[in-house]
């Protein structure tokens, strides 16, 4: 726990500090976070939920290729480059770490508070999903890009990184409506109610035709219904983390309107957001097998935190305080409280600690190797 809370403090105090650095020194400073963020995500040795899993799939990709990580394939053609040069698991994840930490350095550059929006990342998309969803993490990797390059009106290279996104985690679908709308644009009502009916029909036919079934659905998520989950009495408290931010949007709508840039990632954020909760509730009421309904609506919502962080950071910016330094103070103390709440009480936080690092312990020659038997 000590790891990822210092972490987490020295830059929050950094932060607050507001060192005014010359344009070359930031420049060098993110190259060093970056290098830093790389290595510790990519790093890490038995650390995260689905650590061991990860293991027996990328030694069971020898022998299948084409199978493995997901009917969609994504991930396996990163396990199939790693093993054509006879590299080990470390190594995996050293690419997939590469692709996530890039993506996310590079949706930064989205906000003026790159290290501010950066801290702000670090408890629930760096350390939760860095470190315990590879999968998920290699998408939203591609994602970040993809959301990067829709903001600068680079179509071409959004629908590139999109597509990449779907392929390793079909979860990223539900950002689609960044193909459809561009910065600045203005939302009507009349293309909104069409966009959502043909995405309804369309999820619907995929889940009819691809998936059948609810289990299926949860194996390509990744969730495994063999499983039983047993949750804390804590677990709908990220839920409530989602509606906060929801909230200030909605508060402050006005302020927001006036970002006319990169609105609709906010509108259209917020609108699903608020929809997946709703409607985990209501399949929760009326579904009887549904101990993996929130889980999969957690899965669904884990890309939105970006967007969540930036409205915390946009709100900085908008609110017009005498000592806008407390206020900065109260939403770093607010996520530093999300992290401790989640290291502390969390039933699988168990898995994440402590940090343990390849490139800090030695270990035996197959440190990271599992015994498949064929």
């Known amino acids: 726990m000590i790891t990822y809370l210092s972490i987490y403090i020295y830059l929050a105090v950094l932060s607050l500090s507001e060192i005014k650095l010359s344009h070359d020194k930031k420049f060098f400073y993110f190259i060093l976070l970056f290098i ?13 939920g689905d650590y061991v899993k990860y293991l027996y799939w990328f030694e069971y990709a020898k022998l299948f290729p084409t199978k493995g990580f997901s009917t969609l394939l994504g991930l396996n053609y990163i396990t199939i480059i790693s093993q054509t040069v006879s590299l080990e698991y470390f190594f995996f994840n050293f690419l997939c770490a590469l692709i996530f930490i890039s993506g996310i350095f590079k949706f930064l550059n989205i906000s003026n508070e790159r290290l501010f ?15 315990g969803y590879t999968r998920q993490s290699v998408s939203i990797g591609f994602l970040c890009l993809s959301i990067y390059y829709w903001s600068e009106n680079m179509n071409v290279k959004k629908y590139i990184f999109f597509i990449l996104s779907v392929l390793v985690h079909i979860s990223s679908l539900i950002f689609f409506f960044i193909l459809f709308y561009k910065t600045y644009e ?34 390509v998520i990744g969730l495994d219904v063999k499983i039983n989950i047993q949750n804390s009495s804590f677990k709908y408290l990220k839920f409530l983390a989602h509606i906060l931010p ?33 409607l985990m509730i209501i399949l929760k009421i009326v579904i009887d097998k549904s101990s993996y309904i929130d889980v999969m609506a957690d899965r669904l919502l884990l890309p939105f935190l ?12 908008i609110v017009n305080l005498e000592y806008k330094f407390l206020f900065k103070l109260l939403i770093l103390f607010y996520f530093g409280f999300m992290l401790f709440i989640w290291l502390q009480f969390a039933d699988n936080s168990h898995a994440w600690k402590p940090y343990r690092s390849i490139l800090l312990e030695s270990y035996s020659d197959n440190y990271n190797t599992f015994e498949f038997e064929q």
């Open 306 to 317: 970006l967007v969540e962080a930036l409205i915390f950071v946009r709100l900085y910016s």
């Open 36 to 48: 830093f963020m790389l290595l510790f995500v990519s790093g890490r040795h038995y650390v995260g």
């Open 186 to 219: 203005k939302i009507k009502l009349s293309k909104l109610y069409i966009l959502s009916a043909l995405f309804i029909i369309f999820l619907y036919i995929i889940f009819i035709y691809y998936f059948n079934n609810l289990s299926n659905l949860y194996s």
């Open 246 to 278: 929801c909230i200030i949007f909605i508060f402050f709508l006005k302020d927001f309107k006036k970002d006319k840039k990169i609105y609709p990632l906010y509108f259209f954020s917020v609108t699903i957001i608020i929809a997946v909760i709703v």
């Open 117 to 131: 929006l950066l801290i702000l990342l670090i408890p629930t998309m760096i350390y939760v999903v860095g470190l």
